[in-house]
Structure formats: C-alpha cells, structure tokens
T-cell receptor, first 112, second 112 residues
Framework: GQQVMQIPQYQHVQEGEDFTTYCNSS?????IQWYKQRPGGHPVFLIQ?????EVKKQKRLTFQFGEAKKNSSLHITATQTTDVGTYFC????????????FGKGTKLTVNP | KAGVTQTPRYLIKTRGQQVTLSCSPI?????VSWYQQTPGQGLQFLFE???????NKGNFPGRFSGRQFSNSRSEMNVSTLELGDSALYLC???????????FGPGTRLTVL
C-alpha cells in the first residue's frame, strides 16, 4: 500500500535555529496536507498544497511541494518555543479510497 | 462555530470488554473520519462516514466498527478489547475526506 515517510523522526534545535522536515510518498499525490500537534493536543491543519512545485509561506513557515508531487517539505525559520510539537504530512490514498495517509511525523523540541 | 467534540475524554477498560466512543462534528460537516494514534504507529485511519454511509475503511480488524447518525454525529465501537487497543482515538470532521480535517481532542483509551 501507499506509504508516506517523514524524516527526521525527531529534531532538537536551539531557539533561533532553522528547522526542516521532509515528507516522501511512494506514489504521486494529488495534494499534500500538513498538520501540527502540540504536546497533549490534537492535530491542527496548517496548509494544503496542490500544484507541482508550489511554495506557500505562513510567517516563518515555508511549505514546498515537489515538482513530481511525491515529496514535500516544511521549513521553519528562526524557531521559537511556540513551534514545539509534532509535524505531520498527509496525502490522499492513491489506491482507490480517499483516506488520508499520514506520515509518522517529526517531533520538534526547541531549547530556549 | 463550535469545534469537534469527543466523549468521553478518558476511558479505562479491561481486556475483553467493549467500548463506544462518540464524536460530534462541526455543524455542516457531513464527513467524519476516525483515527487511532499510538507512539509506535502514528496516526492510522480507521474509517470514514459520510451521510450515514461508511465510504472508506482502513486495515483494522472487524472488532472496530462505527456508524453515523442523521445529524452527522458518529460513534465507534471496539469489541473484545485487547491490550494493544490502548491508544488515543481521534475523530475528524470535514466537508469531504480530501479536504482540511478538523480534529477533536480525542479519547484516551487505556486497556488493562
């Protein structure tokens, strides 16, 4: 079945450093979504990318969808302690169902 | 607009028992998806309901079942609980499974 892989699994940074998480799908995706889950919380939608090569920015967060629509990245510039949490990417299953397949996430910790 | 609500928030059961979890979606959302979240496996899709019909199903045994009512509220049931069923169960509502998912706070199930 379709797999969505994320690396790294964990990332620890000093406050002010940049952070990047990468998402790779075994199949071409029609779109990709990113979610953030704070410790003890639930996933919250961040953004959806649809077009090949698309780049979107939300303040210090930059999201990119690969040209082949099989990979994506989330980059955070100058991390803050409020960025702590687990970042998930998710893509629709290409095997016939419409379910979302989530990556296992990248857990970000920020040292103040 | 009120968010997605889930009840109960915490549940402790013993092996062999059954459990029913409830989810009330955001008003106007007809799609409700259920996910199991564990530290080892991440977010795994259980099933999705739309207008009282199960449209998509994940790879879980038949002990996991669900339903949706005419007011879009959904319930999931797990019978003959096993220790490995201990997890955070999240429901998410949306306009459609491929669109932005709004997650509830989850039900933390512990099986002893």
């Amino acid at each position: 079945g379709q797999q969505v892989m994320q690396i790294p699994q964990y990332q620890h940074v000093q406050e002010g450093e940049d952070f990047t998480t990468y998402c790779n799908s075994s199949t071409t995706l029609s779109n990709i979504q990113w979610y953030k889950q704070r410790p003890g919380g639930h996933p919250v939608f961040l953004i959806q990318l649809v077009k090949s090569g698309e780049v979107k920015k939300q303040k210090r967060l930059t999201f990119q969808f690969g040209e082949a629509k099989k990979n994506s990245s989330l980059h955070i510039t100058a991390t803050q302690t409020t960025d702590v949490g687990t970042y998930f990417c998710a893509g629709p299953d290409q095997g016939g169902s419409e379910k979302l397949v989530f990556g296992k996430g990248t857990k970000l910790t920020v040292n103040p | 607009k009120a968010g997605v609500t889930q009840t109960p928030r915490y549940l402790i059961k013993t092996r062999g028992q059954q459990v029913t979890l409830s989810c009330s979606p955001i008003s106007g959302h007809r799609s409700v998806s259920w996910y199991q979240q564990t530290p080892g496996q991440g977010l795994q899709f259980l099933f999705e309901y739309f207008s009282e019909t199960q449209r998509n199903k994940g790879n879980f045994p038949g002990r996991f079942s669900g339903r949706q009512f005419s007011n879009s509220r959904s319930e999931m049931n797990v019978s003959t609980l096993e220790l490995g069923d201990s997890a955070l169960y999240l429901c998410a509502s949306s306009l459609g499974i491929g669109s932005e998912q709004f997650f509830g706070p989850g039900t933390r199930l512990t099986v002893l």
